[in-house]
């Protein structure tokens, strides 16, 4: 089997050269840029700009402040990179003391969040999920002139075209960083009312399933630690720690190490919370038992190789797992991950998946569509012996109990990780009412079948983004 390479080419004009410093890179006229433009000059639509004199929405930024981190405060504030998640996690929490209008770093419900920065072009809209939530500065917030036109620039921005022309300039080269003032010339075919209503409204739909997903999976979990009558773990009021002579320590019995003498395992809270699930549980038994897993399995380190789409295996990293639809830019070839695809990489549908370094414990349970996918050797996956278990058991690990027990499993000294023999040890507390069991369950299952509709609705705005309005 030979892998096949697309050729890439373009013809540049000589002033284009001459205007660009004479330069004869490819890089500097990239292909990918031009052809987008050409598409739009040919779709047969007025073309305006999305933002700017006569364009579709407004848009800004924050200036850079200084971050005054606290452990736990009123401001909850989130990153750029996590817009993507399904379901963001605040990274931190900033003090009121920070040197900078915090109500401005809020976005709004209806607004369209853009990077601008690093990974640039990444997309989100705010819905009530997120409604006057703190993010941080370097994200561009757009708020568009009418309703119909915040799911048709999103979708617009979210085609292949639109980000190709957002992410390079004029001459095709690509762009590192992006401020507002760039979005006055960024041009947008401005489409009938009746095709925006139609694609806006996809879109909103899209988001609305996603904020019913994430509604269901909270219930599901707040209804599995109501049964094990679990404390709030910032409540728990034990005092932990000795802090005689003005350092804070604690003892452990021997038995209770597991023969690891890193703190990090030994910690007093990791005890707390382990008596407060089995003192309720009607039994505790771990992830690795065959009651409720068939296998838990980490890719061993390989060479990848990558190639064309058309020829790979779609290819994801710790970080994309907990997104709707990850931006897969890697593909690993069939030809020489096949066996190793088969055996260790490749995910199914309801697939339960955990970070095992950089951020350890992130859970993820895999939506329909992300089936046949491939994952890095960053991230642990676990083949439950059925769908009702595998939704049990995430609701558990998802919680802020769960991520807790995983995170105590982590070694390392200079890069944590989590592996799958520690992950199998990981305590998973069984109720005495499976019909509770069977409700948190559901409730799960129903929420990743609603991330996938809110996949297909966006997939099918995109359809007709290419088809009726750029015409490819």
Not at 216 to 233: C, G, M, P, V
Request: proline residues 3%; contains cysteine.
């Amino acid at each position: 089997m030979v892998e096949s390479v697309e050729l890439k080419y373009n013809i540049v004009k000589l002033s284009e050269i001459m205007n660009k410093g004479t330069r004869f890179e490819a890089t500097v006229f990239d292909v990918k840029g031009k052809k987008a433009r050409q598409i739009l000059k040919g779709c047969g639509s007025e073309i305006v700009n999305i933002c700017g004199e006569n364009g579709l929405a407004t848009a800004y930024h924050r200036p850079r402040f200084k971050r005054i981190w606290v452990e736990k405060s009123a401001y909850p504030i989130y990153q750029p990179g996590q817009i993507l998640d399904i379901d963001p996690i605040p990274s931190g929490h900033i003090s009121e003391l920070t040197d900078t209008d915090i109500k401005a770093l809020r976005v709004k419900k209806g607004q369209i969040l853009l990077t601008c920065s690093g990974t640039i072009g990444n997309t989100s809209i705010v819905t009530d999920g997120l409604d006057n939530e703190i993010f941080s500065h370097d994200l561009i917030r757009i708020t568009c002139n009418k309703y119909d036109d915040i799911g048709y620039i999103y979708t617009y921005l979210n085609t292949e075209t639109g980000r190709t022309i957002l992410e390079t300039n004029n001459y095709g080269a690509v762009i590192s960083h992006i401020e507002p003032e760039h979005l006055e010339n960024v041009p947008i075919p401005n489409a009938s009312i009746t095709i925006k209503e139609k694609i806006n409204m996809l879109i909103q739909q899209s988001f609305k399933l996603r904020d019913d997903s994430n509604k269901l999976i909270k219930e599901a979990i707040s209804i599995l630690k109501d049964n094990l009558k679990l404390t709030e773990i910032d409540e728990l009021d034990k005092k932990l720690f000795n802090d005689s002579n003005n350092v804070e320590n604690f003892s452990v019995k021997l038995s209770e190490t597991s023969l690891r003498f890193d703190v990090s395992f030994c910690k007093p809270i990791y005890k707390e919370m382990s008596n407060s699930i089995k003192e309720n549980a009607y039994e505790v038994i771990s992830l690795g038992d065959k009651q409720i897993t068939d296998s838990i399995i980490l890719a061993g380190v390989f060479k990848r190789i990558y190639v064309e789409n058309s020829n790979g295996y779609p290819f994801l990293g710790g970080r994309e797992i907990t997104q709707l639809n990850p931006k897969v830019d890697k593909y690993l070839s069939k030809k020489h991950h096949k066996s190793r695809y088969e055996k260790e990489l490749k995910i199914s549908e309801n697939t339960l998946l955990v970070t095992d370094r950089g951020t350890i414990g992130k859970v993820a349970i895999t939506p329909k569509h992300l089936e046949s996918y491939a994952v890095s050797q960053n991230v642990i996956k676990i083949n439950c012996v059925n769908n009702f278990m595998a939704g049990y058991v995430y609701a558990f690990l998802a919680s802020d109990y769960g991520v807790n027990l995983i995170k105590k499993e982590t070694y390392g000294s200079v890069v944590d990780m989590i592996d799958d023999n520690n992950l199998k040890n990981v305590m998973i507390p069984i109720l005495k009412d499976e019909e509770q069991m069977k409700i948190i369950s559901d409730k799960v299952l129903e929420a990743n079948k609603k991330r996938y509709e809110a996949f297909m609705k966006e997939e099918e705005a995109i359809k007709i983004m290419n088809k009726e309005v750029l015409k490819i």
